[in-house]
Nanobody, 123 residues
Framework: QVQLIESGGGLVQAGGSLRLSCAASGRTFNNNAMAWFRQAPGKGREFVAAISWSDGSTDVADSVKGRFTISRDNVKNTAYLTMNSLKPEDTAVYYC????????????????WGQGSRVTVSS
């Protein structure tokens, strides 16, 4: 079992920044992948970014590329999503997720999920 605990959501003005954290505990493995997804009101769950725990390679959605960065701290077993130049359309609940093996963009392949962090961007 892997437990994921998120922190760092909140309210920010457009153009501002936030950093989300996702701390993993339990049976964590070096060949895990972690990802961030988001779900806006009335919409489906959308891929944001993913990272390979072993080599740090990343994949970032075009909608946030150049503004959002995913990173990880292997010692702390924590993944981060740094969000800059936030826009009102970034408003959503953000979820971190983990899976064995290589990262993917489809949320159905992820086994473990955090509790969700609400991010609200005001215009």
């Amino acid at each position: 079992q892997v437990q994921l605990i998120e922190s760092g959501g909140g309210l920010v003005q457009a153009g501002g920044s936030l950093r989300l954290s996702c701390a993993a505990s339990g049976r964590t493995f070096n060949n895990n992948a972690m990802a961030w997804f988001r779900q806006a009101p009335g919409k489906g769950r959308e891929f944001v970014a993913a990272i390979s725990w072993s080599d740090g390679s990343t994949d970032v959605a075009d909608s946030v590329k150049g503004r959002f960065t995913i990173s990880r701290d292997n010692v702390k077993n924590t993944a981060y999503l740094t969000m800059n130049s936030l826009k009102p359309e970034d408003t959503a609940v953000y979820y971190c997720a983990a899976k064995r093996g290589w990262y993917r963009r489809d949320y159905e392949t992820y086994t473990y999920w955090g509790q969700g962090s609400r991010v609200t961007v005001s215009s």
